[in-house]
Every structure is written in structure tokens, then in C-alpha cells.
């Protein structure tokens, strides 16, 4: 089916629905971790602790050090816990990403504040405000790029449905070409002429669309256009536009027919 100009427009449709589906379960994923990272404290140096080292008799210092240094790390762990169980637990993680832990904080969050996740001890008062805003960023971003993959569906479905009506057209043209005099073709050739200016009109709507936006807002894909990131794989860079040019060569050929 997709190697029909109907079939690579319905391959596109579906590709950006996945890809709906992937981002709002991320966004959802980020504000879960968001909301989790709000219950957790972050640390603070302990005041007047010697107080409670002398209580401990012999030892008594290493021992307070290590209980210390263990409640330090708690929120670390707390944080590191919260992310593999929302944003690495989306149903397609392993599929799509199958990151480690660093590897993927340093993709969302950017590789200073994943090594200091990945490898501190404290969940220091610099470091929490970081995942928080980059927490907000993620979900701000997904937001953003909903918007943008609802428009380019709304795109595709528009060249999709104005194409089907326009093959319509043209089968009943082609039916009617049989045994036709110089009137009824040129005639018909008035009609192709109408069908020729309509997926023109697409064409022209597609491509502003194309060329009027942004690059896709999310962090690790910097720059790379949406088209690239959606078709970069399909045979097809542009399949919207590729099936209006193949209808477009349709009408083109069933008018050259109209002047014999």
C-alpha cells in the first residue's frame, strides 16, 4: 500500500500518530517524575552534629559519618528511582531509546547534571533546582511539540482527503475520454485544468507549512527539521508532497491526452 502516492500519505498519518502517542506518554512520564522530585528534600548540611556523635559512645564519630553520608545519598537514590520508574518505564523506552540511566539523563538534562545524578552522593540545593527546571523544560517541550505534530497531521490528512477527492475526479474524467469529441475534450481539459489548480493549492500549503517551522524542540535532536525526524528513514522525505506531484503528473498526462 505505501507504494501508492494514497498509500505513503496514510504511512505518514501513521507515523505521526506513533509519534503522538510517544510524546504524550513522555509528557506524562515528565510530570510524573516533576511531582515526585517536589516530595523530596534536598540536602543540608547537618548543624551542631558533634552532639550527637559523643552520645555514641566508642566509634561513636565513624558511626554518625556513615549514617550521615547514607541519609545524604537518599535523595539521589530517591531521584534516580523516580526517573527509571516514569520516564524509563513509557512502553516504548527499550524500543526506541534502550539508554542507560546517565545516558539518557544526559540526552533530557544535559550531561553535567546526569553525571552529578549518576555519580554524587547528594542531592545538593544547586543540583534539585536543576532537575526541577529541566524537569519543566521536558514537559514544556513535549507540549510544544504536541502542537507542532498535531498541526502536520491536520497537514496530512488535508492533502490526503483533498487528493482522494481530486482521483475521484479524475477517474470519472478518464471515463469519459473514450471515444470523446474536440468539445466534450476540451471540456474535460477545463476540468483538468480545475483539478491541476487544486493540488496546486496543496502543493503550495504544504510547503509553507514545511518551510515555515521551527526545527523539533526537544533536547538530543537540536536542529534536525521535523521532516527529517518523522521520514527521515522512509523512501519518501517529503511523502505529502511527493503524492500531490504524482497527482499532478496524473492530470498533466490525462491533459496532454485532450489535444490529440
Known amino acids: 500500500m505505501t507504494d501508492t502516492p494514497h498509500g505513503r500519505v496514510a504511512d505518514a498519518v501513521g507515523v505521526v500518530d506513533r509519534e503522538i502517542e510517544y510524546i504524550t506518554d513522555e509528557r506524562a ?16 548540611p547537618a548543624e551542631g552534629g558533634g552532639s550527637a556523635a559523643a552520645g555514641l559512645g566508642e566509634g561513636g564519630p565513624a558511626l554518625a559519618a556513615a549514617r550521615s553520608e547514607s541519609r545524604a545519598g537518599a535523595g539521589l537514590r530517591t531521584v534516580r528511582t523516580a526517573y527509571r520508574e516514569t520516564v524509563m518505564s513509557v512502553p516504548h523506552f527499550e524500543a526506541e531509546y534502550d539508554d542507560t540511566l546517565p545516558e539518557n539523563l544526559g540526552a533530557e538534562f544535559g550531561v553535567d ?5 549518576a555519580d554524587g552522593t547528594r542531592l545538593t540545593p544547586p543540583l534539585y533546582r536543576a532537575l526541577a527546571a ?32 481530486c482521483d475521484r475526479r479524475l477517474d470519472e474524467i478518464v471515463a469519459e475520454l473514450d471515444g470523446a469529441d474536440t468539445v466534450a475534450l476540451a471540456r474535460l481539459d477545463e476540468r483538468l485544468a480545475d483539478a491541476e489548480s487544486t493540488c496546486a493549492d496543496l502543493a503550495d500549503e504544504r510547503q509553507q507549512l514545511v518551510h515555515g517551522r521551527p526545527a523539533v524542540p526537544l533536547s538530543g535532536v537540536d536542529g534536525v527539521s521535523l521532516v527529517s525526524f518523522l521520514y527521515g528513514d522512509r523512501e ?3 511523502p505529502a508532497l511527493a503524492a500531490v506531484a504524482d497527482c499532478l503528473e496524473r492530470v498533466r498526462d490525462l491533459r496532454t491526452r485532450c489535444l490529440r
Do not use: I
Open 134 to 165: 529541566a524537569a519543566d523544560r521536558a514537559v514544556d517541550e513535549r507540549r510544544r511539540f504536541r502542537h507542532a505534530l498535531d498541526r502536520e497531521r491536520d497537514s496530512l490528512v488535508a492533502v490526503r482527503d483533498g487528493l482522494a477527492a
Open 29 to 44: 512520564a515528565f510530570d510524573r517524575f516533576r511531582a515526585r522530585l517536589s516530595k523530596v528534600d534536598p540536602w543540608k
Open 236 to 238: 519518501r522525505r517529503c
Open 113 to 117: 547534571v546526569a553525571t552529578r545524578v
